[in-house]
């Protein structure tokens, strides 16, 4: 997701600079045993073991404690969360928790249902953590780096019955390989090109990048060894939403929401539409724009052509949640955050 992001909250809306410490359990990129949830490759089974007891949402006033941690605020509901990239993370936190962009059309009481929800494309997990937080559900975070997923899968400590999966999606299994940009993780991709040709549009320079090679995975390989209903499907993978959704075989089902982050290129927007038309959903295509809400600005520039779909099969989608946003964000503001670096 590229765009610009800006703040207007101030000392006057409750934010102020604090200190904090995280104490973050030692992972690997294999497996990770956690309370609530485990970590899996997918160049193995999903792991198993014993879950691991965690301290990381401990707090302390003591400045030694701060060492390495940058970018601090805090609020008061006390979510914590880690960062690899400040301005980004306050991106998607506005993006999600303000502008509730991927959950706007569907009613909470829809998503509140017995099931799971599946976050493709987890990133630092903000998004699974506001699900985590409103919809009390299960939950299965896929994240193609394994620098994301490993904040990822600290940031869900403790929050809930979650599963993090460390794989690439496709519409078959193979390894590949993945960019990544250090500088701007959210943008890591498969699709060298078509990103140096997204940065062009908006007259930026390209990002230094690393290649890791990672397995990359079906959905419905990840999600058959989970039971019941998927709730909501959210699905943002940086250019590979068609295969992503083409990887669903026989899970399709079972699938009752989806939010699709797409951007149309080559046809690309049109395609996932008529996936999910051919799967019996009613579609909603909505285009980024920019916007204004409650103090935070985000500059969407149109050239990008980026496109949200929304897929209901319980019937047409409404023209937003039945309960307002301004009172679902009551229980998620914007000066309610506390926001860490690592080092």
Not at 233 to 254: C, F, H, M, N, Y
Not at 277 to 300: H, M, P
């Amino acid at each position: 997701c590229i765009g610009h992001f800006s703040c207007g909250c101030s000392s006057a809306a409750g934010v102020w600079a604090v200190c904090a410490a995280w104490q973050c359990a030692r992972t690997s990129t294999s497996w990770l045993g956690v309370s609530g949830g485990h970590m899996s490759d997918q160049e193995s089974d999903s792991g198993s073991g014993d879950a691991e007891d965690s301290e990381s949402d401990s707090e302390s006033d003591s400045d030694s404690d701060c060492t390495g941690i940058v970018g601090l605020t805090r609020g008061r509901c006390g979510l914590v969360f880690e960062h690899v990239n400040k301005d980004e993370a306050l991106f998607f936190y506005q993006e999600i928790f303000v502008r509730q962009e991927y959950t706007r059309v569907f009613s909470t009481s829809a998503l509140s249902a017995a099931g799971l929800i599946v976050d493709a494309g987890a990133n630092i997990g903000l998004f699974s953590l506001f699900c985590l937080a409103e919809y009390r559900s299960r939950l299965v975070a896929v994240e193609a780096s394994s620098k994301l997923c490993s904040v990822l899968a600290r940031n869900l400590l403790g929050k809930g019955d979650f599963r993090v999966v460390h794989a690439c999606l496709g519409d078959k299994p193979k390894t590949t390989e993945l960019y990544y940009f250090p500088d701007m993780p959210g943008e890591s991709t498969r699709h060298l090109a078509e990103h140096h040709e997204q940065r062009q549009l908006l007259h930026q320079g390209p990002l230094n990048h690393e290649t890791e090679v990672v397995v990359c995975a079906t959905l419905e390989r990840v999600l058959n060894v989970e039971s019941g209903p998927i709730v909501l499907l959210k699905v943002d993978v940086e250019g590979d939403e068609l295969v992503a959704l083409k990887g669903l075989g026989s899970v399709w089902p079972r699938v009752r929401h989806c939010a699709v982050e797409v951007r149309d290129l080559a046809g690309r927007l049109s395609a996932v539409r008529e996936l999910l038309l051919e799967q019996g959903f009613s579609v909603r295509v909505v285009a980024q724009t920019s916007s204004l809400v409650d103090g935070y600005l985000t500059t969407i520039p149109p050239e990008l052509a980026l496109f949200y779909v929304f897929g209901c099969r319980c019937g047409a989608c409404p023209e937003l949640a039945s309960e307002t946003a301004a009172k679902r964000r009551r229980v998620m503001s914007p000066d309610r955050v506390v926001c860490a670096k690592m080092v």
